[in-house]
């Protein structure tokens, strides 16, 4: 399409690399690619893009440098929000719309050039000075160098074509944002779409036993794909508990001018024991704020957000919302995290409009086993064991590509002071008080959530039948009822879900709900159980149902 002039994929799900195909293209004035999931660097034939003045890449994962922009004439470029990195060159620096926040540039000078380069200026005046010159020999001179361009091109074109894996391995690993590997075995091979599944150490093969002995082993994350294995429990351990604070201590100043000091209108949602407002910088960056409330401290306030921060600080999982900073001040004791715009699955299952197009039954199952390896790793992998103690759906917020993030985790000392009920519909029989939660507690709240996901009911609705009001009780004698069960699930499906994957997800959550604690699993067992559940239904998760008609048996 060598006649293209604008071209706008803004708003969409795009995602993987460019590859290098916009040589062709010299009457190309606008390119939108925004708001999408793309990867990787930006394709050298950019810089033949000598028509564009307008280009649009923000909210995206892009990674490294930017220079193959540098020498076109842009009058409006935005790069916010992705994963860019060294220096923004001089000649971008004078663009009339520059927007560049949210990305991680060098700081202090930039490096001189290499030895024989010139500054684009330089180019530029040494080119008009050749247009006034030309003559026969100039001419000669021109084709020489056009067929030596034109063998280079093909070197580097070969060149490309034979390193484009190993170069693709490495812009993941540099990514800051794990997206989740896929998920592969003899039996599953899933698509390159199923993002997120998990990350793993390549060199890794501890057992259960092994981890249980040796609590301070670390499990670096890498992102190269390998079969799963029931009897591998390395093989679920996506990320490492590290011995650092890597948090940034942000100036109450600086959070009161991006909350329009905490302004009402800022205020993102309300929990037993503070508020979360959204901060916005003027750079573009947006953060999630929580403001924990001063009464909840004892006598050493200092020495005991201190050791909260220090503890959070050290989570580090893919499905785990990201502590990024904290602020102590003035009395004012506040966390800041990653902040995602789709919000929480609370919000998606029960807040949305008739707008919004509902969760389908793939995006369920991977929020599902997301949450899961998110409280495994709480649960079996951190040393001491972290009780989450408030496993609900407002505490599970959605990426852009709709991965969960668990949040609240840390917080358990607060929640024990708090004399409410920490989720009515959440807790599990046997907590009576917040001081009674336990690992299999957690379990409980978790295939609560499992429930909400199948239904797409409240934990507990006072508006309905009596006998309805609470979801456990209502669900739980129907969980084996297949027919029953095809009545329970989300309207909002319209049908659409393997049948047989769906009996598997009710009988994971008849097991986390028992009425005993000792009988339900531990979660480790939980995501094995998940894992077969999307091996054995062969499940394709591209997450395009809508085109699709419902699964018949035949396919299992």
């Excluded at 892009?62 to 916010?80: C, H, M, Q, R, Y």
């Excluded at 609900?392 to 358990?412: F, T």
Aim: with cysteine.
């Amino acid at each position: 399409m060598i006649d293209l002039e604008y071209l706008d994929l803004g708003h969409n799900q795009l995602n993987g690399q460019l590859s290098d195909m916009f040589g062709k293209l010299p009457k190309l004035q606008m390119l939108d690619l925004s708001y999408n999931s793309i990867t990787g660097n930006l394709p050298q034939s950019f810089a033949s893009l000598k028509s564009l003045s307008s280009l649009y890449l923000q909210n995206n994962k892009f990674t490294g440098p930017i220079n193959a922009l540098s020498n076109l004439d842009l009058k409006d470029l935005n790069v916010e929000n992705n994963q860019f990195t060294g220096w923004i060159p001089d000649e971008l620096k004078e663009i009339d719309d520059l927007k560049t926040g949210g990305n991680s540039w060098s700081k202090g000078p930039a490096p001189p050039p290499p030895p024989g380069a010139r500054p684009a200026s330089k180019e530029k005046e040494s080119e008009n000075g050749k247009k006034s010159g030309v003559n026969g020999l100039a001419i000669a001179l021109s084709v020489v160098g056009s067929l030596v361009v034109l063998a280079l091109l093909i070197t580097l074109f070969s060149k490309r074509k034979s390193t484009v894996s190993s170069h693709f391995l490495d812009e993941e690993r540099a990514s800051h944002r794990r997206a989740f590997t896929p998920l592969s075995s003899q039996e599953l091979s899933v698509p390159k779409d199923y993002q997120d599944f998990k990350s793993l150490d390549s060199s890794a093969s501890i057992d259960m036993k092994s981890l249980q002995k040796s609590p301070s082993v670390k499990t670096p994350i890498n992102d190269r794909v390998q079969s799963f294995s029931d009897n591998e429990f390395a093989n679920r351990l996506m990320a490492k508990r590290s011995t650092s604070i890597h948090a940034t201590a942000y100036s109450l100043v600086d959070l009161q001018t991006a909350t329009a000091n905490f302004a009402t209108g800022r205020l993102l949602g309300e929990g037993t024991i503070g508020r979360v407002y959204r901060a916005k910088y003027a750079d573009g960056k947006v953060l999630a704020v929580k403001k924990i409330e001063s009464s909840l401290f004892h006598g050493g306030k200092g020495e005991e957000f201190s050791a909260i921060v220090s503890n959070i600080s050290r989570v580090h999982h893919p499905n785990i919302a990201e502590l990024v900073g904290y602020c102590s001040e003035q009395g004012h004791n506040l966390l800041i995290y990653e902040y995602f715009r789709n919000g929480s699955l609370h919000e998606f299952l029960h807040l949305s409009d008739d707008f919004s197009k509902p969760l389908t039954w793939n995006t369920r199952v991977r929020i599902a086993l997301g949450t899961a390896r998110a409280v495994e790793y709480l649960h079996e992998v951190c040393s001491p064991s972290v009780v989450h103690k408030n496993i609900k759906s407002s505490n599970i917020l959605l990426d852009s590509e709709l991965n969960p993030r668990l949040s609240d985790y840390g917080l358990a000392n607060f929640h024990q002071r708090t004399s409410q009920n920490l989720g009515v519909g959440y807790n599990a029989p046997e907590c009576t008080k917040p001081s009674a939660y336990t690992l299999k507690s957690d379990v409980y709240s978790f295939g609560v959530v499992m429930l909400e996901l199948l239904t797409g009911r409240m934990p507990y609705d006072g508006k309905k039948p009596k006998s309805e009001q609470s979801l456990v009780r209502w669900a739980t004698p129907q969980l084996h009822d297949i027919d029953a069960l095809a009545k329970m699930v989300d309207p909002a499906l319209r049908g659409l879900y393997p049948p047989k994957s769906l009996s598997r997800f009710a009988d994971v959550i008849a097991l986390c709900v028992q009425v005993e604690s000792e009988f339900r699993p531990p979660m480790s067992e939980v995501v094995q159980a998940l894992v077969r559940l999307v091996q054995r239904s062969s499940m394709n998760m591209r997450d395009d149902l809508a085109a699709s008609c419902r699964t018949d048996d035949s396919d299992y």
